[in-house]
């Protein structure tokens, strides 16, 4: 090769001792900066260099990302318009696109339904306002009206108009809303749609009763694929709740029983007069089995579709399978439909009650144990309309006292002024001091507790279980009594139970409770005590008094327990007057009256009846004097 060109090539060529200086300079550089890292996140700063901060880096990040972002958009830009630089009219822009979308929704609907469409949408932005007057609305509701009457059945199963008719149904007339039943009526499908079920769901709660009730004949023979069927079975629960009486309840039901029922039944007398299943079964005992096999295959089925555990069909078809069921077949439908682990739930409806009560009487120990470890609040339960009869029969029927207390007492007892301020939960402290009595239970009421007397699964004795669970409680009672007296004595509902409470328990404060409550009625102005109904009828039966007929119904071993406590208060009751409130009492008639029983009943008894003489007839001398009006002995 020639010189020439070897000095040509050596020129060309880096040096080479000058590059590897390089490069291991460069590998110090990494190295230094892998080793600021680690000690950056051994400090806890995530891998940031010691100094630098967090943020600059995520606005670094977000920085490059609106560049990515304004280069896309950019480049979409330049698409639509061109490869101008120049900035687009972006308010035109959407001009466009809305025109677009309004063109493709016209071709869809067609334009006249979408101006229809529209229109609606207009009249009912200002049907719904709030400041929107009664007269405004009806003109409104009208025009509304003239504009779908035409297309009602289309218009119901969409996911706008299905808003606007909802409206409608409450705001208009009763003909608009029957021009809407005859729609579901030539066409009983539209119920089981997603948003036509709306409509009805809205059509009964505005309806008159007779409208209801044409509805109600629509759907009597589809009962059993209202209640399988995810959007009408919504429907069905509105029906039983708006059912005027048990009957309409038991016709609704009707069709779930089966072919065999309607064969058997239905088909020959179309309206009987016990709808009972039990009463069909007594009648015909040949058509049980197919029956029985049909409500515990229905029954699996709404399970399987997850129906809710608290509508009111799924507790009455469960409530009829129970009444005529053998042991093994109640047991398979319990643990088929988990009613014990939702036995809480299931005790909101009439209907529901009742199955929990049967559930729980055929119940064993263990499992009851069970259920009232997983049970919701006590306390509401007791002051719920139907839940408070479940819980009467669990207070009768559970021979474990100690869980009962854990588990039911203690709650209600700490929730004791909410029980006395409710109908139904002054029924419930009222039984666990005298269980059964017939002024506050009805017959009706009375007959359903006792079906769980005989149950196989309570050994212990009544009348021991109801002495257990009273001495649970009376002292607590009688604490409330003494703290809520001026509360409570103001309330003849509560007088009634306090008045219960002061003759049943025999506390350690009893005698604390007793003389609160003379001192209240000795003291207290008589308009605003003694001279009302309630406070007059609690003293008479403190002290005792009877009238002639129930003396002689009264029983020996009664009268003598509860004489003791009729002499305690009458003493403490005389002890509670100074010369003021002694006077204001024989002012008054209801007040006069009760000196009058104490100074017959105890005439024997010379300190009461001589102090109340000594009053009387001190009073008796004023009145000479005076000439006041008042009653005299």
Known sequence: MPKELLDELSDSIPDLENLSLKVKQEKQK???????????????????????????????????????????????RIREHGESNEKPNWKEYKQEKKAIKVERKKSDKGAEEYDIVQSSKEIWEDLRRKDCSAERKLNLSAALYELIKGNLTKFMNTHDMSRVIETLMGTGTVQMREEVLQTF?????????????????????????????????????????L??????????????????NERHRLKLLQHMYG???????????????????????????????????????????????????????????????????????????????????????????????????????????????????????????????????????????????????????????????QMMGNTYGRKVIRYLIDPRNKM????????CLEQGDNNPFSKKDMVVRRTEVLDHVESTLLNAVIEHIGTWLKDNKNIVIVTSILLKCKGSRHEDALKAVAEYLATKPTWECIGNGGPFQMAKKLIGYKSKE????????????????????????????????????IKCSQGMSILSYIRLMYKDNKEISVAVQAAIQNYGLKIQKTGEVGGKS
């Open 259 to 417: 072919n065999a029922y309607y064969e058997t039944w239905l088909k020959i007398n179309n309206n009987p007069s016990d709808l009972t299943l039990k009463a069909h079964i007594q009648a015909k005992p040949s058509a049980r089995k197919k029956i029985m096999e049909h409500l515990e295959a229905f029954i699996g089925k709404l399970v399987d579709k997850n129906m809710p555990i608290g509508y009111h069909a799924f507790h009455g078809i469960i409530q009829q399978y129970l009444s005529v069921s053998t042991p093994e077949e109640s047991e398979r439908i319990i643990e088929r439909a988990k009613l014990r682990e939702e036995l809480y739930n299931i005790s909101q409806t009439k209907a529901g009650a009742n199955v929990a009560m049967q559930v729980f009487w055929n119940t064993s120990a263990k499992d009851r144990k069970s259920i009232l470890k997983n049970f919701g609040s006590v306390s509401e339960l007791a002051c719920n309309q139907y839940g408070h009869v479940v819980l009467l029969a669990i207070i009768d029927s559970l021979d474990d006292t100690v869980l009962l207390k854990k588990q039911v007492l203690l709650d209600l007892m700490r929730n004791i002024v």
């Open 440 to 447: 506050d239970l009805s017959p009706e009421m009375i007959t």
């Open 185 to 225: 009526k030539s066409n009983p499908e539209k119920i089981y749609e997603k948003y036509s079920h709306f409509v009805a769901l809205k059509l009964l709660r505005h309806a008159n009763t007779s409208q209801r009730k044409q509805f109600c004949e629509i759907y009597y023979s589809l009962t059993s694929s």
């Open 550 to 585: 129930a003396a002689e119904v009264e029983c020996d071993d009664i009268f003598e327990r509860e004489k003791q406590i009729h002499e305690l208060f009458t003493n403490l009751l005389i002890a509670s007057f100074d010369k003021t409130s002694m006077t204001n009492w």
């Open 30 to 76: 990494v190295l230094k900066v892998s080793k600021k890292s680690n000690s950056n996140k051994s400090n806890g700063s995530g891998g940031l260099p010691v100094g630098s901060n967090r943020t600059q880096s995520t606005a670094g990040n977000k920085r490059r990302w609106d560049e990515n972002i304004g280069n896309s958009s950019n480049s979409k």
């Open 227 to 244: 209640a399988a069927r995810e959007y009408s079975r919504d429907v069905l629960e509105i029906m039983f709740e708006q059912a005027q």
